[in-house]
């Protein structure tokens, strides 16, 4: 997929660690994050984590500056980080499925067009390589409508992050799946 021109001269891209700083996307995120104790969980001012190398990632930006990021994961096996709080072995050794996550805008930008234009490019990424469901991660109570209008069915129970090395422990978390067009 090729860079994207999307309205006011913000652009639409997928980058990877071979060929784009992904520090500049941990700091984007961290700086936000709308967690309350982030300078404690993330003492070094980026937000990052294991599966960020193997993933790729999609930015917005304007003038080279970052407004909005996400990333994915396509895999067939339980590569992807959902396998690892929910038990997802009969659908992940059978289909190739794509993984959203860490889905974050700037302020200046969280109106629904840029959140729906990237959450369309990384479906349709998803559907360029063979995905045939897409799951997406978020925190409870935060965002699930938005998910559910635009077809992802939401899990009914949550989870939660038991690592007590994770950022993210014991915050409450749903998932939504999506059947992608073939």
Excluded: W
């Excluded at 969280?110 to 990237?118: C, D, P």
């Excluded at 699930?144 to 993210?168: A, L, M």
Aim: charged letters at 25%; aromatic letters at 16%.
């Amino acid at each position: 997929m090729k860079k994207k021109k999307l309205q006011d001269g913000f652009f639409i891209e997928h980058v990877s660690n071979e060929n784009y700083d992904l520090s500049k996307i941990y700091r984007f995120r961290y700086e936000n994050y709308t967690l309350t104790n982030k300078e404690s969980l993330f003492p070094d001012g980026m937000v990052c984590d294991d599966y960020d190398k193997k993933g790729i990632h999609f930015i917005i930006t304007k003038d080279d500056k970052i407004y909005g990021s996400a990333r994915g994961m396509v895999s067939n096996s339980s590569q992807l980080e959902i396998a690892k709080y929910l038990n997802m072995v009969l659908l992940l050794d059978n289909f190739v499925c794509c993984e959203v996550s860490k889905l974050i805008l700037a302020k200046q930008i969280r109106n629904g067009f840029y959140s729906l234009e990237l959450f369309r490019y990384l479906l349709d990424y998803g559907n360029g390589v063979g995905a045939q469901f897409a799951f997406i991660f978020f925190r409870k109570g935060v965002l699930e409508e938005y998910y559910r209008r635009h077809g992802f069915t939401i899990s009914r129970k949550t989870f939660i992050y038991e690592n007590k090395q994770n950022p993210f422990y014991g915050l409450e978390h749903k998932f939504g799946i999506m059947q992608l067009k073939q």
